[in-house]
């Protein structure tokens, strides 16, 4: 009120100039005598506060939102409708997020375990590399064409592709093994190679790029059983050979 009132008939021009007339009458106050005891509030600043301060943190206070949040399937956690990734060994884990303005911080007992800038707007992704599982990260440095041919997929050639794309130990070899597969469909056809395909599903236990190739090679799809009976009459009669009855 002693500052104020003595400026409420002035106009002021500019923000500077209205400080400059407020820091006047701030002094004038703070340096005015008290009257019912010793000192003005210049000389009890100087005499108690000032020996307390301490210089200011080297950075700015920064507001910062904590919350608890669980680890995906995907190896991500979501926070407002975004969401960010963390090392695929943390799947299921509850994990504590800070989250500033600019990014968002994930422990896990106290630890970081991963940093990102912060998204803004919804169903927006950050996910980094080195979080990733093997067989994602073969996917995502697939060529681009190969990760087309894949979706284009469908039948028993999917189910075959994706049956190498797992059993094999290094992405390199995933994405060669992808490669020589599309050269099989190519080469012989669409028709031909999902035939090949399911027969290498039925009848094969290693799914190799040599036993799809061979299968196309020789049409070993056509081919079909031998019945029961014939292959009955091609067991050749031996005296060591008891026969069924042996067993009745």
Known sequence: MWVVAPLRNRTFFSLQELNEAIREKLELLNNRVFSAREGSRQSQFEEFDLPALKPLPATRFEYADW??????????????????????????????????????????????????????????????????????????????????????????????????????????????LLLGMMSLEKKYGEESFQKACGYVLRYETSYRYNTVSNTLKYELYNQTELPFDEEKENITEHENIRGGSYFV
């Open 67 to 176: 919350k608890m949040c669980k680890v995906g399937p995907d190896y991500h956690i979501q926070y407002k409708l975004c969401r960010y990734s963390v090392h695929h060994d943390y799947k299921g884990k509850k994990v504590d997020v800070r989250v500033t303005a600019s990014g968002v911080e994930i422990f896990y007992k106290e630890k970081r375990i991963a940093s990102h800038m912060r998204l803004k707007g919804k169903g927006r992704l950050s996910t980094y590399s080195e979080h990733m599982p093997p067989e994602h990260l073969a996917y995502k440095k697939m060529p681009s064409t190969v990760r087309k041919w894949l979706v284009s997929l469908d039948g028993s050639a999917v189910q075959l592709a994706r049956k190498m794309y797992k059993q094999e130990k290094h992405p390199s070899l995933s994405v060669r």
